[in-house]
């Protein structure tokens, strides 16, 4: 057990892993908090970067990646651009932070990863960091091996059969299913820039912003065969909770549990 004043000194070091403190190594006074709301300055940085940054259960990169998914899917773009900094800052390259936004982009959606993808460009300009980003998608590929491998990718996620579509609307969910393997699967899960856990933790950051529980319950299950230990995802949402606040992270912590029950 820690002391609170324990508590609050560890968030300076973990602060500074961030990028986030002054010449002092004390950490930088949170604007308008720190005369509107000293105690909520206190808290924050008690709470938040003191106790659940610093804890062991999930490494500081995936902790990186999960505010960073969570922030994009919340559409907060100054908070999202100090996070992409504290990425850089404890070593997450360029590329992959890229990478991350392009994986929600079917998940939160376009105007959400295009906003995102700004403030990283901005950031990186600003840093005056040069990014070399993977060119992989080949648009002269024949579109019946982009769905193949995104239905190999699918079942190596998944472990999902194929279900056969029927009744009146049969021809437009066959679309639908095809686009998904083409381009979620085939064109963006399928991309060498970032590993598959961390992937599944972008994803199941997007999805707990937004709510969506029967995704969630798909991709705790996701989780476990990408290696994410059980600890790992709790740790996951504990995480989120500093940004989602508890009602979402709590949700999401109770459809892993049922999920659990049901093995």
Same mark, same amino acid.
């Given at each position: 057990?820690?002391?609170?004043?324990?508590?609050?000194?560890?968030?300076?070091?973990?602060?500074?892993?961030?990028?986030?403190?002054?010449?002092?190594?004390?950490?930088?006074?949170?604007?308008?908090? !720190?005369?509107?709301?000293?105690?909520?300055?206190?808290?924050?940085?008690?709470?938040?970067?003191?106790?659940?940054?610093?804890?062991?259960?999930?490494?500081?990169? !995936? @902790?990186?990646?999960? *505010? #960073?998914?969570?922030?994009?899917?919340?559409?907060?773009?100054?908070?999202?651009?100090?996070? #992409?900094?504290?990425?850089?800052?404890?070593?997450?390259?360029?590329?992959?932070?890229?990478?991350?936004?392009?994986?929600?982009?079917? &998940?939160?959606?376009?105007? %959400?990863?295009?906003?995102?993808?700004?403030?990283? /460009?901005?950031?990186?300009?600003?840093?005056?960091?040069?990014?070399?980003?993977? @060119?992989?998608?080949?648009?002269?590929?024949?579109?019946? /091996?982009?769905?193949?491998?995104?239905?190999?990718?699918? @079942?190596? #996620?998944?472990?999902?059969?194929?279900?056969?579509?029927?009744?009146?609307?049969?021809?437009?969910?066959?679309?639908?299913? @095809?686009?998904?393997?083409? &381009?979620?699967?085939?064109? #963006?899960?399928?991309?060498?820039?970032?590993?598959?856990?961390?992937?599944?933790?972008?994803?199941?950051?997007? %999805?707990?912003? %937004?709510?969506?529980?029967?995704?969630?319950? *798909? &991709?705790?299950?996701?989780?476990?065969?990408?290696?994410?230990?059980?600890?790992?995802?709790?740790?996951?949402?504990? !995480?989120?909770?500093? &940004? *989602?606040?508890?009602?979402?992270?709590?949700?999401?912590?109770?459809?892993?549990?049922?999920?659990?029950?049901?093995?």
């Amino acid at each position: 057990m820690s002391t609170l004043e324990e508590r609050f000194e560890a968030s300076h070091g973990l602060r500074a892993r961030l990028g986030r403190v002054g010449p002092d190594g004390k950490s930088l006074p949170l604007e308008p908090h !720190h005369w509107v709301a000293p105690d909520l300055e206190r808290i924050i940085g008690e709470a938040a970067f003191g106790l659940v940054w610093n804890r062991e259960g999930l490494s500081i990169e !995936h @902790r990186c990646f999960a *505010t #960073i998914s969570a922030l994009t899917a919340m559409d907060r773009e100054p908070q999202l651009k100090a996070y #992409i900094e504290g990425a850089l800052n404890v070593g997450i390259p360029a590329e992959q932070i890229v990478e991350s936004l392009m994986h929600l982009f079917f &998940y939160v959606g376009a105007p %959400l990863v295009n906003s995102a993808m700004r403030v990283a /460009a901005r950031v990186f300009q600003e840093q005056n960091i040069s990014v070399q980003p993977d @060119r992989i998608y080949d648009p002269t590929e024949d579109e019946e /091996a982009l769905f193949q491998r995104g239905q190999a990718k699918r @079942r190596e #996620i998944l472990d999902d059969p194929d279900t056969e579509t029927t009744g009146p609307l049969a021809e437009v969910d066959q679309a639908r299913e @095809r686009y998904s393997r083409e &381009y979620l699967w085939g064109a #963006i899960w399928s991309r060498p820039g970032l590993d598959m856990q961390s992937r599944v933790i972008c994803t199941l950051s997007g %999805l707990t912003v %937004l709510g969506r529980e029967r995704m969630i319950r *798909t &991709y705790v299950e996701a989780a476990e065969r990408v290696g994410l230990t059980r600890a790992q995802v709790m740790e996951l949402f504990m !995480h989120l909770s500093i &940004y *989602t606040g508890f009602p979402c992270a709590w949700s999401a912590i109770a459809v892993a549990k049922d999920v659990w029950r049901s093995k």
